[in-house]
C-alpha cells in the first residue's frame, strides 16, 4: 500500500532584514475540515474580539480577519520585536483554552513582496465565502473584522 503524503513543517522565521512593516497573508486552519467549527455567531464573535484585543495591544496589527466555517484568514503584521509563530501559537493557544477550539498544527504564511498588492489579497479574502458558495456578495459575510471598516 502506497503511504499518505506527510504535511510539511513551514519554517515561520522571519529574517531579520524584514522590517515590522511587512505585511503577512495568513490562513489558519481548525483541526475539522469541512465542518463548521468557526462561523458560528459566539464562536466567530469571541474569535474577531480576541483578534481585535491583540490588535490594540500591539501583538499584531490586522488589516483584515475573516472567519470561514474552518479556517480563517488574515492580512497582518507583528512588531518588529515579536516572533509570527510564536505571536499567533499563543493566540491559537488561548482560542483552545477558552472556546475548545481545535486547530490544525501550525498555520500558512505568505510574506508579501514588494510587487504584491495587499488590496489583491484582501479581494482575495472578501470573496473567499462567495467562492465557498455561503453568501453572494462579500458585503452579506458577517465574520469579518478590519480596524478600517
Not at 27 to 34: D, L, M, P, Q, W
Not at 42 to 62: D, F, P, V
Not at 79 to 103: E, F, M
Not at 114 to 131: C, D, F, G, H, T
Request: net charge positive; with cysteine.
Amino acid at each position: 500500500m502506497d503511504q499518505l503524503p506527510q504535511r510539511k513543517h513551514l519554517n515561520h522565521e522571519t529574517p531579520a532584514w524584514v522590517g515590522s512593516a511587512a505585511l503577512f497573508f495568513i490562513t489558519i486552519n481548525s483541526a475539522f475540515r469541512e465542518k463548521n467549527t468557526l462561523a458560528q455567531e459566539i464562536t466567530a464573535c469571541a474569535l474577531i474580539e480576541s483578534a481585535k484585543h491583540y490588535h490594540l495591544s500591539g501583538n499584531w496589527w490586522i488589516e483584515l480577519l475573516l472567519i470561514m466555517p474552518d479556517h480563517l484568514h488574515a492580512l497582518m503584521s507583528v512588531p518588529s520585536d515579536q516572533q509570527l509563530k510564536r505571536t499567533i501559537t499563543a493566540w491559537k493557544s488561548y482560542q483552545t483554552k477558552h472556546l475548545a477550539i481545535k486547530w490544525q498544527a501550525g498555520f500558512f504564511d505568505h510574506r508579501l513582496r514588494s510587487n504584491e498588492s495587499a488590496e489583491q489579497k484582501a479581494n482575495y479574502i472578501r470573496l473567499n465565502p462567495v467562492r465557498a458558495g455561503l453568501v453572494a456578495k462579500p458585503e452579506e459575510w458577517p465574520h469579518i473584522w478590519s480596524p478600517t471598516r
